[in-house]
């Protein structure tokens, strides 16, 4: 099999895997960033998103050959120098978890959705992350949590 | 049959949930102590023997009250740097109770919170614990854990005693210290250990700090691993890998109830593949996941399949299919019975009869069922989340003819379980898989085979009669539950003249435990009927409930919410409001709801009001976070959450055949905290929920004029 070159939060790495394979199979099996959770397969709970060229997406439906040389985010590459990026910061602080399996979905939604929208209202975020699936019913303190590092972000860097 | 009720209706008053009880095992094999201690190192050790009645919960098996206290409820470890290591058999499913429980011990050990480490379901390290179900984390592991703490800081200050030569009233603990305030000397809890073994166990003396003495408790603090789950770095059961890990996958039956005729296995390569044919269980592993679901799909399996209920039929298999027999003393089965309800009825001026439904409902943790086994020189480890450790533990030792000291399971924090994960169904598999490789073997659920293969809620058919006089004065209660359990199956109101009785039924599809159990199907039932007796009556919801309820606390909370939602409501066209208030599990609440009926015919639920007590509140923003889960969930289940199913085979196996409530689902949250420091507290993951179905099909009744008697009330639109 060709290798496969994938730039995963700023370190490039070289794969020896089926292209056909799942993004997210490989970043839990075969690189151990289990940040990123399955929840379905099927596109439908958000538990495995990462950006790839800054967008969300749905891990678990992206084939990995077709992420090859795409500069790719997880939520292990958040963090700067040991300080949280704002959103898991908000998330934390405001206490938008319970068990917290969706946690690293949402985050990675709402970071996307920040850079794309600086001070969105909560019908927006409502909007944004209408595809993930909060099994524990959180729902209102996340939309709380974007609320709260769009307002810490003001002016900043999301 | 009049007066008291009969010694059958003490038996149903006092049973458990069916569904959660749990059995422990005839033998025990002590915990080697010494060796546990040796493996602390230096610091004090202390012990708390269980009490006879916390004991039900924690630590003991066999021995009635009058029995030596021979069972460890908790243990704390405060080593000679000051860290401090409390050990507990519940776990974490996302009820914060690792949180809440730090905080107790802190509060009660006087240590700063970041000292104290919660060790949580890890059978060979934290004494033995029935499960992490029935809200009773909060009444009876907290208090445990308090007392232990209590007996480390009180050892600690008679250390300091001893090496100072000072009286004992002038030493203060506080903050990982104790202070001499006259002399001003201070010392670490750890330095005060001085690096021996010291080791104490005291009896159970639950006298813990009174709640106006909390200090951490009480307040709301973020939870404790919050960073770890931020980041992505906690390790659920699905994410932890081993040296040498190989992947597992099962192969399912087509439709329950079916049973294994051959297996041709000729298509799979067994030089790179396990298969394991064993009964009716059919698994194969291999070094890959992908590997693994390859050789599962090249299995030929022959199927024999018998005839099974479907969905549509459902509430008459349940009420034609004779009464499950239990035990030997028929547990369940009595009515309980006062006054006459026959002569009440004849002479009640409004009487009214009717039947309410609920379907099966799936869990649908997010975290699917996962198990993580390996077996090294005979002793099997099994990493999973499961609600019961030790429970599972019984389960694997039994399943593979081991003593239990032979098996350890270990619970990382898991992603949810809301009474779903009480069994250890992906533990038993994994570790037959990993025995057969040879090779420690991860096995993760897919989300159809956790649709499918998992328990479910029970459905459940309830048939009221009531009587009442024409001011709404309710004279006769007559309550029957069928198949969905007894949780909750009493009223909170007065009604001299009542039958009420639970009527099990063996369940065509596996049904277990939920969070709240029964009790979200009898307040169904119990507040839409009393809802269309007030409505027969011609009298206001709320009027109608106080009128007929004598339970302070009922009526507390009922005037809370009804203060808080408006009660009564100002009347907009196209919207509806309802009320709902009753008590379980040693707390209270009462819901209001509002919804507005869309054009099309869908109905949006706009507004949720529920006034909620349980005792003294611990962690009020915990607290309110449980209860606002908890209304979301409940949502699900009253608006469109149902299992189908056809011939034993499961449809609804996937999330977008199996709708639960998702963001713009979710209306306007308000909990009003009841907080009464004076009263214990009782947990609160489940309850909160129970009131929310029924409140809704009120208002959808007040809105349309439409009785929905069926859970889901709507789950495709009202009905045209
Ligand atoms: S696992 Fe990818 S969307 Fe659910
Ligand atoms: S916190 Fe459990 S699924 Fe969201």
Redesign the interface.
Known sequence: MPLLELQINGVSRRLDV?PE?SLL?VL??DL???????????G??G?CTVLVDDRPTRSCLTKVASVAGRPLI???G??RSGQ?HPV??A???A?A????????GM?MESVALLRRQADPAAPE???A??G????????????RAVRRAAEATKGGTG | MSGAPPPSGDRLTLEPERYELAAGPAYRFDVDRREFVKLLGGGLVVMVAAAAAPAQESGARGGGAGSPPREIAAWLHVAADGTVTAYTGKVE????IRTSLTQAVADELRAPLPSIRLVMGDTDLTPFDQGTFGSRTTPFMAAQLRQVAAAARETLLDLAVAKWSVDRSALDAREGEVVHAPSGRALRFGELTQGQALVRTVAADPSPTPVSRWTVAGR?I??VN??D????????T??L?RPGLW?GRVLRPPAIGATLVSLDASGVDTKRVSVVHDGDFVGVSAP???EAALAAGQLKADWKTSPQPSDGQIFEYLKKTPPETRDGDGRGAGAQVSGSVAQARAAAPLRLEQSYTVAYIAH?????RAALAEWRDGKLTVWTGTQRPFGVRTELAEAFRLSEEKVRVIVP????G?GGKHTGEAAIEAARLARAAGHPVKL?W??EEEFAWAYFRPAGVIDVKSGARADGTLTAWEFHTYNCGASGIRTPYDVANQTVQFHPVRSPLRQGSYRALAATANHFARETHMDEVARAAGVDALEMRRRNLKDARVRAVLDAAAERFGWPPSRTPARGYGLAAGTEKGSYLATGAEVSIEPGGGVRVRRLVTAFECGAVVNP??LR??V??????G?GGALFEAVRFEDGLITTD???RYR?????D?PE?DVVLVDRPDLPSAGAGETPLVCVAPAIGNAIFDATGTRLRSLPLVPSGLPK
């Open positions: 089926d394979r199979s839990r099996d151990d960033l289990t940040g990123a959770k399955y929840g379905c397969g099927e439908q709970c538990a997880t939520i292990e958040l963090e949280l898991q910061k998330f934390a602080e206490d978890m319970q068990c917290g399996y969706c946690t690293p985050i975020i409502v909007h992350l209408e993930h699936i909060c099994r524990c019913g959180t729902y209102d303190r996340i939309v | 499913f996302g009820q914060d709301s973020p939870k919050a960073r789950i931020v980041t992505g770095r906690h390790r659920y699905s994410d890998t992947h890959t996941a992908a649908a943790p997010l975290e699917p924090d898991t992603g949810a809301y993760v897919t989300r923003d915990h976070n449980q606002e889960g908890a209304m979301v969930q949502l996937r999330f977008s639960v409530p998702r963001f713009s979710v949250l």
